[in-house]
């Protein structure tokens, strides 16, 4: 089964129409999507060459398109499916219900839908989406506002292409964080050791890896053995089995184990505390975040003692460790993660490289100091370094002992 997005682009426009919602959306629902063909708003030509190229290539076609969209797509498409333009009254009573809503006028245009299709209702916008479906080709028209073409989707598109293709399709995520080049190896020695049939997609930032894994006829069985080779495989690196970012997993264990955390950051600026803070609830597992820029505050806030500070400057492992102990003494905390480090584009007095950041992470047990040369600008050292440390606070706290 192949499956291609068709999406216009307008080289005036600030912003780019949403696409990469309508990919995620299809992989979370377990469709990948193979080909992006993307179309000037202004090349009727080049619409109607992919529109008829697809037919004889593809199984199935996703066309997103909105006001910008300078020629009468309608036309081109009634014409490659030999439909003829007809208005839909169901079609019109939606789209008429939407712009008197909105006070909007309503064009005759909003209702015309090939007669051999189907409507697929927008009760957010004006524009109708349908579908035709030759069985061996469906075509499928769309707004391209993710707004409205999300609930669309999920109401009848997905179930319409499972229903097709007599599909049980699932998708489940994994989180990581490590090496891509293990987990590129780890994905493919899964497929072919458990000889189970699953497609599998990746995507990553600033180090914080989502893993989809689709099944096209899903099994528990299959689904259990598949994520067990992969855990098994990649350890501590999976940090979740669902889908979840590293702050609310990182939150999720706190609660569970009913434990408490202070931050202290200086060169990464408040961005893990503000990460905790985006988690409803968070009061009941962050006691303080502290952003000590300076070599006086790390002294006053954090006992950073003033000889260290000066013999190993303030980018060093002792002050990070001092950071964090100080954190542990006076926060009222059962967990600590302190940072410090070198952001760019500049280097500072000492001459050390930019990127260089040492993180440190403790619980009363104590604490370990992780040392880091990350690359990259300003915006990507910060943030590397803040994903980072959120996942090192999970290991340590997974691996705790209570």
Do not use: W
Not at 120 to 143: A, C, H, T, W, Y
Request: net charge negative.
């Amino acid at each position: 089964m192949k499956t291609v997005l068709l999406f216009f682009r307008n080289p005036d426009a600030a912003v780019g129409n949403d696409y990469a919602a309508a990919v995620k959306l299809f992989l979370t629902a377990g469709f990948k999507i193979d080909t992006l063909e993307i179309i000037s708003v202004n090349d009727d030509i080049g619409f109607k060459r992919s529109l008829s190229g697809f037919k004889e290539t593809a199984d199935n076609l996703i066309v997103l398109y909105g006001d910008d969209v300078s020629f009468d797509i309608k036309s081109i498409i009634s014409e490659e499916t030999d439909s003829p333009l007809a208005e839909n009254e169901n079609a019109r009573g939606f789209a008429e219900a939407v712009a008197k809503a909105a006070n909007r006028e309503y064009k005759d245009e909003y209702a015309l839908m090939p007669l051999d299709s189907t409507l697929i209702p927008n009760v957010k916008g004006v524009r109708q989406g349908f579908m035709s479906d030759d069985k061996e080709f469906s075509l499928i028209v769309l707004p391209d506002k993710s707004e409205e073409y999300g609930v669309m989707c999920e109401k009848y598109v997905i179930p319409y292409l499972e229903k097709k293709y007599s599909l049980n399709r699932k998708r489940l995520v994994l989180k990581y964080f490590g090496s891509r080049e293990l987990l590129d190896k780890t994905l493919a020695e899964a497929r072919e050791v458990t000889e189970i049939d699953f497609t599998y997609d990746v995507s990553a930032s600033y180090g914080d890896y989502t893993v989809g894994l689709c099944f096209d006829n899903y099994s528990e069985s299959d689904g259990g053995a598949a994520i067990r080779y992969i855990v098994s495989a990649l350890k501590d690196d999976i940090y979740a089995e669902y889908d979840a970012s590293l702050s609310e997993r990182l939150f999720d264990l706190l609660k569970l184990r009913k434990l408490k955390l202070a931050v202290a950051e200086s060169f990464t600026g408040g961005r893990i505390t503000a990460s905790v803070i985006k988690n409803q609830g968070a009061s009941a597992v962050l006691t303080e975040g502290l952003v000590s820029y300076s070599d006086e505050s790390k002294q006053r806030l954090l006992g950073v003692r003033r000889a260290d500070l000066f013999k190993e400057g303030a980018v060093s492992s002792v002050v990070a460790y001092q950071m964090a102990t100080g954190l542990l003494d006076t926060a009222n905390c059962d967990v600590a993660i302190a940072t410090t480090g070198l952001a760019g584009p500049d280097t500072d007095a000492s001459g050390k490289p930019v990127g260089l950041c040492y993180i440190a992470v403790g619980m009363k047990d104590g604490v370990h100091t992780y040392r880091f040369n990350f690359k990259g600008d300003r915006e990507t050292v910060t943030e590397t370094a803040k994903n980072t440390a959120l996942y090192l606070a999970i290991k340590k706290v997974k691996n705790h002992n209570l």
